[in-house]
């Protein structure tokens, strides 16, 4: 099923005709709970991988043991929990059995799990050019493949991220099955398998990226609907926020504007050359939250629970529920990507 973004409340650029030369298109990716194949457009889905290229490892997890997680503990927390809060109970009942408290205490109790040679990378998303035509992408490659390391690297808090562009066409002989780590250092970076519905959408850059007296005259006009007056509250006055309904879209994306929000932009450029960098990959661990502005239309009778419903299908998340942008260099695919938090 396609996925549709709703008609953003307004269009802002009547309202500040200098956001229009400022606008970019965005492919919201939409991952939904799927059984992905290699040959599809996933998140969290098997990889079409040559079976003659060694599998990508992590460098700075290659001890014998390392303290962490299960994979396949983690899956079956999630699978209890998720039958726990759907089915009904009595009031004032447990919500899980003894024997399913031992299980998913047991998946979230670091312990230390040995590991035969390096840490190998998990599979984060697959995309294909035939799903999203605008995949931007080397001369002769249709497919990007994005794997990183299930521990946090370094004081950056996320996991290092390794980016592969490919033809599909030359992998004739692919992996049976990857290979997948005995231990991970954080469940939140292990993504539960998911289908795709990519949509193209615009966005304008987020107010941190405006000029101050634009930035200005947006945050007067936002003042100017909201007069504080409870009573018109009451008789059901709708805030349009430019931040959170005008500008950036949430939950994994392509592209588009960079979602700036904890901290101010700062300059980035590529490591290697000095050239100007662009978001090529945004892993958003939501797809809406509070605001329900950028839910599409097709999830709008979804009435469960949050965090197991659609929006959260990836069950991923970073930091302390933000997300991950993916940056490349400008001037060449092959120079080292950067990695952004916010």
């Given at each position: 099923?396609?996925r549709?973004?709703?008609?953003r409340?307004?269009?802002?650029?009547?309202?500040?005709?200098?956001?229009?030369?400022?606008?970019?298109?965005?492919?919201?990716?939409?991952?939904?709970?799927?059984?992905p194949?290699?040959?599809?457009?996933?998140?969290?889905?098997?990889l079409?991988?040559?079976?003659?290229?060694?599998w990508?490892?992590?460098?700075?997890?290659?001890?014998?043991?390392?303290?962490?997680?299960?994979?396949g503990?983690?899956?079956q927390?999630?699978?209890?929990?998720?039958?726990?809060?759907?089915?009904?109970?009595?009031?004032?009942?447990?919500l899980?059995?003894?024997?399913?408290?031992?299980?998913v205490d047991?998946?979230?109790?670091?312990?230390r799990?040995?590991q035969?040679g390096?840490?190998?990378?998990i599979?984060?998303?697959?995309?294909y050019?035939?799903?999203?035509?605008?995949?931007?992408?080397?001369?002769?490659?249709?497919?990007?493949?994005?794997?990183w390391?299930p521990?946090?690297?370094?004081e950056?808090?996320?996991?290092?991220?390794?980016?592969?562009?490919?033809a599909?066409a030359d992998?004739?002989?692919?992996?049976?099955a990857?290979?997948?780590?005995?231990v991970?250092?954080?469940?939140?970076y292990?993504?539960e398998p998911?289908?795709l519905?990519?949509?193209?959408?615009?966005?304008?850059p987020?107010?941190h990226?405006l000029?101050?007296?634009?930035a200005?005259?947006?945050?007067?006009?936002e003042e100017e609907q909201?007069p504080?007056d409870?009573g018109?509250?009451e008789?059901?006055v709708?805030v349009?926020?430019?931040?959170?309904?005008?500008?950036?879209?949430p939950?994994?994306k392509?592209g588009?504007?960079?979602p700036w929000?904890?901290?101010?932009?700062?300059p980035m450029?590529?490591p290697?050359?000095g050239?100007?960098v662009?978001?090529l990959l945004t892993?958003?661990?939501?797809?809406?939250?509070g605001?329900?502005?950028w839910?599409?239309?097709?999830?709008?009778?979804?009435?469960?629970?949050h965090?197991?419903?659609?929006?959260?299908?990836?069950?991923?998340?970073?930091?302390?529920?933000?997300?991950?942008?993916?940056?490349?260099?400008?001037?060449s695919?092959?120079?080292?990507?950067?990695?952004?938090?916010?």
């Amino acid at each position: 099923m396609s996925r549709t973004t709703p008609p953003r409340p307004l269009d802002v650029t009547a309202l500040f005709p200098e956001l229009a030369p400022l606008a970019r298109t965005a492919v919201r990716l939409h991952p939904r709970p799927g059984a992905p194949t290699v040959a599809d457009s996933s998140i969290g889905g098997p990889l079409l991988w040559p079976a003659d290229e060694p599998w990508p490892t992590c460098a700075d997890h290659d001890a014998p043991t390392h303290r962490g997680l299960a994979p396949g503990d983690v899956r079956q927390r999630r699978r209890i929990l998720a039958d726990a809060w759907t089915r009904p109970r009595a009031e004032g009942a447990d919500l899980l059995t003894p024997e399913e408290r031992e299980i998913v205490d047991r998946a979230v109790s670091e312990t230390r799990i040995p590991q035969d040679g390096p840490v190998p990378l998990i599979p984060v998303a697959q995309l294909y050019a035939a799903d999203i035509p605008s995949l931007p992408r080397p001369a002769g490659t249709d497919l990007l493949q994005v794997l990183w390391c299930p521990f946090d690297h370094d004081e950056d808090y996320m996991p290092a991220s390794e980016l592969y562009w490919r033809a599909s066409a030359d992998v004739t002989d692919p992996l049976p099955a990857a290979p997948e780590p005995s231990v991970i250092g954080n469940a939140d970076y292990l993504p539960e398998p998911c289908l795709l519905h990519p949509e193209t959408v615009t966005e304008y850059p987020a107010p941190h990226e405006l000029p101050e007296e634009l930035a200005d005259r947006i945050h007067a006009w936002e003042e100017e609907q909201d007069p504080g007056d409870e009573g018109d509250e009451e008789e059901g006055v709708e805030v349009v926020d430019y931040q959170y309904d005008l500008s950036v879209a949430p939950g994994c994306k392509l592209g588009g504007h960079a979602p700036w929000s904890f901290s101010d932009p700062f300059p980035m450029s590529c490591p290697e050359c000095g050239a100007d960098v662009r978001p090529l990959l945004t892993v958003d661990g939501a797809e809406w939250d509070g605001n329900t502005s950028w839910r599409p239309l097709e999830d709008a009778d979804y009435d469960g629970l949050h965090f197991l419903g659609p929006a959260c299908a990836t069950q991923l998340t970073i930091g302390r529920s933000y997300n991950m942008q993916i940056y490349v260099c400008e001037a060449s695919y092959d120079h080292p990507h950067i990695q952004n938090m916010q």
